[in-house]
């Protein structure tokens, strides 16, 4: 099955400013895919896309980072990937879980799994700078936002 590359969310950023940006690709969920990706992930593996390819270079050394490791180990399946993500938010430069993720919690992630993947999710964060990563390809995300927003439009009935 055919995935999207980016995960487009229905929330645009808002600037400091306050001006919103039609940018709808998720750094959680991006993060996430990138960790699952060098797990090699089913779903997660496709190379068709410039930024697809330059996720896999920019992140190949990183492969056997302990996040990677140990979503290797947990064999979290492609839905669940998104529903770690859902339940995270970023704090102060790090992600934290939201106050109720007991519907997380399930088809793979137990109250453990989901505390030790979090932790290494945030050691991958800070070791490979994914921050400077994600912000570099906002304009990107804005152009594939705008698309998806043009292709929902059109597709809508009259």
Not at 28 to 47: M, P
Request: aromatic share 12%; proline share 4%; with cysteine.
């Amino acid at each position: 099955m055919k995935h999207n590359p980016l995960i487009i969310t229905a929330t645009p950023d808002v600037t400091q400013d306050g001006d919103r940006k039609l940018n709808m690709v998720d750094e959680r969920f991006e993060l996430c895919a990138v960790i699952f990706r060098l797990a090699g992930a089913s779903g997660y593996t496709d190379l068709e896309l410039d930024y697809q390819k330059e996720v896999a270079e920019t992140f190949a050394p990183f492969a056997g980072h302990r996040a990677v490791k140990y979503a290797k180990k947990i064999k979290i399946c492609y839905d669940q990937v998104f529903r770690f993500a859902v339940h995270i938010e970023k704090k102060d430069g790090q992600f934290v879980f939201l106050e109720d993720i007991k519907s997380l919690m399930g088809k793979g992630w137990t109250p453990r799994t989901a505390r030790k993947f979090l932790e290494l999710l945030n050691a991958f964060y800070i070791d490979t700078n994914y921050a400077a990563f994600y912000e570099s390809h906002l304009g990107l995300f804005e152009q594939a936002s705008r698309t998806s927003v043009r292709t929902s439009i059109k597709s809508q009935p009259p």
